[in-house]
């Protein structure tokens, strides 16, 4: 895993995983957020790569809405073609380039 200047402790990287997964399970249908976001949300905001590990690798995060996560630019994960499908069976609209329309579908929580 990539050396981050601001390393995790155990604690910090199970609490990171914990808000990473309860944030994906928060993103409504037809909606969709960054990986960017998601670790500025979960407290990390130099991580999102890690918040892409966190979902490929924790036992138990395919029941989460996982396919609803892009990149900043609206691309959606390599290797994945299903991902696709899955969000235009919610509503979800893509652009010409084949990046989802960020400008109608990002999700933006209600921060309290």
Not at 15 to 40: E, H, K, M, S
Not at 83 to 100: A, D, H, I, P
């Given at each position: ?67 609803r996560v892009v990149n900043k630019e609206g691309r959606t994960a390599p ?7 899955l969000l235009e069976e919610e509503g979800v609209s ?19």
């Amino acid at each position: 895993m990539k050396d981050y200047p601001d390393k995790m402790s155990p604690e910090q990287a199970r609490a990171f995983r914990d808000a990473v997964l309860n944030i994906v399970a928060q993103i409504p249908c037809g909606c969709v957020t960054t990986y960017g976001d998601i670790a500025a949300l979960a407290g990390w905001p130099s991580h999102s790569r890690m918040v892409g590990r966190t979902l490929r690798y924790t036992p138990g995060a395919e029941v989460l809405p996982c396919h609803r996560v892009v990149n900043k630019e609206g691309r959606t994960a390599p290797g994945w073609s299903r991902q696709r499908t899955l969000l235009e069976e919610e509503g979800v609209s893509f652009k010409s380039n084949g990046y989802v329309d960020m400008q109608r579908h990002l999700w933006v929580p209600e921060v309290e």
